[in-house]
């Protein structure tokens, strides 16, 4: 069965240190791969995208993420986190042949950020 | 900017209540979702839709059911507000499968 993990519930970094969110998949066909980013009382905003070409993908606000498909991963990085980066992460997999364009995403993973 | 607009963010029904949520997007896409979000759970897929007059369930369509008359608006419809239903609903559009969703604000439901 298709499905998408984070690890992580919860993780609390100081601000200007480095960021690590984990992603793995489960998908039998090519996958499609996002991460949303989401405010309290907000909905979700795309941060970044992978669906083919360099598996070391930039999005907005400074973030990346590298797709290992030997390890059926897609974490989400930054190199120093700002307070306002504080919201919940979301991963999300989709496929890009055949069925409807549904993506499922993972169940979070909520960012602290200390001061 | 490209927009995906829910008509309430707050809404408070009483159980048994008939209950409509209300969606419009403004980019001519073809498919459209509806998602409930529930702490520890992430997004759970409700119904979809990829075309006027089309739907489709998702993973939790029980209780659910949907409208879509026109290709901008995709409108949850609670038949009978229970309290498990207490939610944040999220509803979202796209265009392709690689160009991801756009997603609306969402509506806080309490159903009392």
């Known amino acids: 069965a298709q499905s998408v993990t984070q690890p992580d519930i919860h993780i609390t970094v100081s601000e200007g240190a480095s960021l690590e969110l984990r992603c793995n998949y489960s998908?039998?066909?090519?996958?499609?791969l996002f991460w949303y980013v989401q405010s309290p009382g907000q909905g979700l905003q795309l941060l970044l995208k992978y669906f083919s070409g360099d598996t070391l993908v930039q999005g907005i606000k400074g973030f990346e993420a590298e797709f290992k498909r030997s390890q059926s991963s897609f974490n989400l990085r930054k190199p120093s986190v700002h307070w306002s980066d504080a919201a919940e992460y979301f991963c999300?997999?989709?496929?890009?042949?055949?069925?409807?364009?549904?993506?499922?995403f993972g169940a979070g993973t909520r960012l602290a950020v200390h001061p | 900017d490209v927009k995906v607009t829910q008509s309430s963010r707050y809404l408070v029904k009483r159980t048994g209540e008939k209950v409509f949520l209300e969606c419009v997007q403004d980019m001519d896409h073809e498919n459209m979702f509806w998602y409930r979000q529930d702490p520890g759970l992430g997004l759970r897929l409700i119904y979809f839709?990829?075309?006027?007059?089309?739907?489709e369930k998702g993973d939790i369509p029980e209780g659910y059911s949907v409208s879509r008359e026109k290709k901008e608006r995709f409108s949850l419809i609670l038949e009978s507000a229970s309290t498990n239903q207490t939610s944040m609903y999220l509803c979202?559009?796209?265009?392709?499968?690689?160009?991801?969703?756009?997603f609306g604000s969402g509506t806080r439901l309490t159903v009392v």
């Open positions: 839709s990829y075309d006027v007059k089309m739907k």
């Open positions: 999300a997999v989709g496929s890009l042949s055949g069925g409807y364009n549904k993506l499922i």
């Open positions: 979202a559009s796209s265009l392709s499968r690689g160009s991801g969703y756009t």
């Open positions: 998908y039998g066909a090519t996958p499609y």
